[in-house]
Nanobody
């Protein structure tokens, strides 16, 4: 099994900053892309940002220039630095990872799984 655990959400005033973290644990062989999604009340989940194992980064237009994604491959952790936050950034933020999971060690067998975290609430309000 592989788990993703997010942290760092909370209440912040407009214009403020927050840093989200997401740590992967379990029977991990390797992790390819990691990313962040969000779901605002009454809306569909939307992609925010992603980063490959090689460091290639992409952002949604709505957060470009304000959010920054990074990862620590040694710690299997991805971060989302959110600056200049707006009320419309209010949402539950979910971490996502494309994981090669170890199924057995003798013989070695792996499989691909897409894993989601439980979500962390970010509220931007004065």
């Amino acid at each position: 099994q592989v788990q993703l655990v997010e942290s760092g959400g909370g209440l912040v005033q407009p214009g403020g900053s927050l840093r989200l973290s997401c740590a992967a644990s379990g029977s991990i062989f390797s992790i390819n892309a990691m990313g962040w999604y969000r779901q605002a009340p009454g809306k569909q989940r939307e992609w925010v940002a992603s980063i490959t194992s090689g460091g290639r980064i992409n952002y949604a237009d709505s957060v470009k220039g304000r959010f920054s994604i990074s990862r620590d491959n040694d710690k299997n952790t991805v971060y989302l630095q959110m600056n200049s936050l707006k009320p419309e950034d209010t949402a539950v933020y979910y971490c996502n990872a494309d994981v090669i999971m170890v199924v057995s060690t003798a013989p070695e067998e792996t499989m691909y799984v897409e894993v989601w975290g439980q979500g962390t609430l970010v509220t931007v309000s004065s």
